[in-house]
C-alpha cells in the first residue's frame, strides 16, 4: 500500500481507479487480520459502492476532493450513520447511530473511502488497546506486542499499511503513543481545531480527533480535510484553516527548536532510549535549526492532574448511559435498580474504576481540594508552555519512555499503564498541538519522536516533521513483521 | 499500604455503579498507588492561581434562536431499549 497523496495522485492521473485502490485496502487487511484484530467492524459493500461513486464522479470530470478514493479507517468511537459504534464498550454493543460525527461527514466530502472501523479500549481509556470488551489488537511490528492505545486498532491498520491513513482521537496521548508504537505518524491537533460533534465523548475539554498516516504529507492533508469550526461543536475554532501541504519544509534553517531539560532527564535511565532521542536531536540540528534548552517546570505534575480531570469529565459524560433512551439496558425492579444493573453490567474495570475516582473528585467536600487544584495546576503547566514557546518555535522531546511492550504485561496495573502517557499529557491539558513522527528503532521496535507547537501552529509543526522524515525515512527503512514469510518481504 | 482517601462504597452509589466487593478491594490499592502522585499537587503552592477549565479562550457561545431541521421520532427511538408509541418507555417510578 501506497501513502494516500500517492493513491489519490494515480487515481486523478487513471492510472488505477478509487475502486481497485478499495479493493486493495480490503485485501491487505484481509490477509493481515487473523494476526492484528485491528478492526471491529469492517464495510466492504459500503466502501466498494462509495469507489465507485468516486470513480464515476471522476469520469464526470467533477472535483472530487482532497481524499478522493483514499482508503482510511476510523475508530470506533466515531459515529457513522447506519453503522454500528461501540466506543469498544458492552455498554454500546448493539449502538447503530442515526447520525454521522462531522469528521466522518467531511471524510465522505472529501472523497475518502471508509472501509472500516478500528477496535480502541473502552471509551477511549487506556494505552494499550488491551481495554476493548471485544478483542485485544496485536502490534504490527511484533505480533505478541501491544499496538499502544487508545487508538490502537488504527494505528495497527496504518502500521501494517494496510490503508494509508485512519482517524483516532487523543485524550491524554491515544493518537500520539500508539503511532509512536506502530511507527506511523500521528497528530492531536489543538484543542478546537476539529469538531468533537458525533464522536462519544470521554473528557470533553481535552479529547481531540486527529489523523494517523503513514507519511507527514498524509497527515498534512487528511487535518485540512477534517479541522474547521462547525456550529455543531461550540468548542470548535473559528480559526482559519491552512493549506497544510504547503507548510511542508525541506530544511529546519531558522527554526529554532526546544529541547526540555526535565524530560532529558526522565529518560536519561533508559540508555537505548535517551540514545535514540539525543540522535533525533542532533538530525534537526543538521538539517539547521538550532537546539534551544526549556523547561517545563510543572509537566511532572502531569499525570496527578490528569487523573483527576479526565475522570471526573468522564464521570459526568459517562452518566448517560443509564439504560434509558439507547445502549445496553439490563431490567430491574425499579428504575434506580435498573440503572445501577445496567451500569455495573455494560462497563469494563478501567470505566468503572474511572467513573468511581472521577466521581470522588467531584464530589462535595473533595471537589475544592482535587479537582480545582487540579484546574490551577493545568494553568501553570499552560504557562510553562507559554514561556518556553518564547525562546523556541517547536518543542521536540520523547513520546513514549519504552518501545511497545508484551501483550498483558502492564494490563493488571493500572498505573504503570497510566504512566505510559507521561510525556503526551502535559500537551493535552495546554490544549495544544503535538505529534508523533518515527524517530528510529530500540529492540527492533519502532519509536516516536514528539514535536510540540503554539495553539493552531499545526502547520509549523508539520513542517518540521516534515523535514526530519524526509531527512531521516524511519518509516521505510523496514518492514513491518506482520509481512514476514509473505512474498519477499523479510 | 498507602492512605486511600475514598469511601468506595458511598462513591459507587453517587455514580450508580454498584461494585462487587472484589472489584471495590482491587480499585482501594490501585487507588492508594495512584494517590502517591496525586498527593504531590498538595504541595504546590496554587492560592493566586487562576483555575483553567478549558483551553480555548471561548466564552458563551450562542446560537440563534431559530427551528431547524432534526432527528425524527423513528431515528431517535431507533437505538431505544423499550419503546411505547413515540416515547421512551422507562419502569414505573411512582406507585
Not at chain 1, 235 to 252: C, I, K
Not at chain 1, 400 to 424: E, H, I, N, R
Request: some cysteine; aromatic content about 8%; proline content about 6%.
Amino acid at each position: 500500500m501506497n501513502t494516500g497523496h500517492e493513491i489519490r495522485d494515480a487515481i486523478a492521473r487513471h492510472e488505477m481507479t478509487a475502486l481497485e485502490a478499495a479493493e486493495m485496502a480490503l485485501a491487505a487487511i484481509a490477509a493481515t487480520e487473523p494476526r492484528l484484530q485491528a478492526y471491529l467492524q469492517l464495510m466492504p459493500e459500503r466502501a466498494l459502492a462509495r469507489a465507485r461513486e468516486i470513480d464515476a464522479a471522476i469520469a464526470r470530470g467533477q472535483d472530487v476532493g482532497l481524499l478522493a478514493g483514499v482508503p482510511v479507517a476510523v475508530k470506533d468511537l466515531f459515529c457513522t450513520q447506519g453503522v454500528r459504534t461501540t466506543a469498544g464498550s458492552k455498554i454500546l454493543a448493539n449502538f447503530v447511530p442515526p447520525y454521522s460525527a462531522t469528521v466522518v461527514r467531511r471524510l465522505e466530502a472529501q472523497g475518502a473511502i471508509i472501509v472500516g472501523k478500528t477496535n480502541m479500549d473502552e471509551f477511549a481509556m487506556g494505552s494499550s488497546c488491551e481495554n476493548s470488551a471485544f478483542k485485544a489488537t496485536h502490534n504490527p511490528w511484533s505480533i505478541e506486542d501491544v499496538p499502544g492505545g487508545s487508538s490502537g486498532g488504527s494505528a495497527a491498520t496504518v502500521g501494517a499499511r494496510c490503508v494509508p491513513i485512519a482517524f483516532g482521537t487523543d485524550t491524554g496521548g491515544s493518537i500520539r503513543e500508539p503511532a509512536s508504537f506502530c511507527g506511523i505518524v500521528g497528530v492531536k491537533p489543538t484543542y478546537g481545531r476539529v469538531s468533537r460533534y458525533g464522536i462519544v465523548a470521554f473528557a470533553s475539554s481535552l479529547d481531540q480527533a486527529g489523523p494517523m498516516t503513514v507519511d507527514v504529507r498524509d497527515s498534512a492533508d487528511a487535518l485540512e480535510a477534517i479541522a474547521g469550526y462547525d456550529p455543531m461543536d461550540s468548542t470548535s475554532a473559528n480559526v482559519d484553516v491552512p493549506h497544510y501541504a504547503g507548510r511542508l519544509r525541506e530544511d529546519l534553517k531558522g527554526v529554532r527548536i526546544g529541547i526540555v531539560s526535565e524530560f532529558d532527564e526522565s529518560i536519561a535511565a533508559d540508555k537505548a532510549m535517551h540514545a535514540l532521542y539525543q540522535r533525533a536531536y542532533e538530525d534537526l540540528r543538521a538539517l539547521g535549526a538550532e537546539l534551544v534548552t526549556v523547561s517545563l517546570p510543572h509537566a511532572k505534575y502531569g499525570l496527578a492532574t490528569y487523573y483527576l480531570i479526565a475522570p471526573a469529565e468522564a464521570s459526568s459524560n459517562l452518566a448517560r448511559y443509564d439504560g434509558a433512551r439507547y445502549g445496553l439496558r439490563v431490567d430491574g425492579p425499579d428504575v434506580f435498580s435498573m440503572f445501577d444493573a445496567t451500569r455495573a453490567a455494560g462497563f469494563g474495570p478501567e470505566v468503572k474504576r474511572r467513573v468511581i475516582l472521577g466521581t470522588y473528585a467531584l464530589s462535595s467536600g473533595y471537589y475544592d481540594a482535587y479537582y480545582v487544584r487540579a484546574q490551577k495546576v493545568r494553568t501553570l503547566m499552560k504557562k510553562d508552555f507559554d514561556e518556553a514557546f518564547e525562546r523556541c518555535d517547536v518543542i521536540a522531546c520523547p513520546a513514549v519512555s519504552c518501545p511497545p511492550f508484551q501483550l498483558g504485561a502492564k494490563s493488571q496495573d493500572p498505573v504503570a499503564m497510566y504512566l505510559m502517557d507521561y510525556f503526551t499529557i502535559p500537551m493535552s491539558l495546554a490544549g495544544i498541538p503535538a505529534m508523533s513522527v518515527p524517530a528510529g528503532y530500540v529492540d527492533e521496535l519502532p519509536v516516536g519522536l514528539q514535536l510540540v507547537a503554539p495553539a493552531f501552529e499545526e502547520g509549523r509543526m508539520l513542517g518540521v516533521a516534515h523535514a526530519y522524515e524526509q531527512a531521516t525515512r524511519h518509516a521505510w527503512a523496514r518492514t513491518p513483521m506482520v509481512y514476514a514469510g509473505e512474498g519477499d518481504a523479510a | 499500604m498507602p492512605e486511600v482517601p475514598i469511601d468506595i462504597a458511598h462513591v459507587a452509589k453517587l455514580a450508580r455503579l454498584p461494585l462487587t466487593a472484589e472489584e471495590a478491594e482491587r480499585f482501594s490499592a490501585q487507588f492508594g498507588r495512584l494517590f502517591e502522585f496525586i498527593r504531590e499537587l498538595q504541595a504546590l503552592d496554587v492560592e493566586h492561581v487562576h483555575p483553567t477549565a478549558q483551553v480555548i479562550p471561548l466564552h458563551n457561545v450562542l446560537r440563534a434562536d431559530e427551528i431547524r431541521p432534526c432527528l425524527d421520532h423513528d431515528a431517535a427511538l431507533q437505538n431505544a431499549p423499550a419503546t411505547e408509541g413515540p416515547y421512551f418507555k422507562m419502569p414505573r417510578i411512582l406507585e
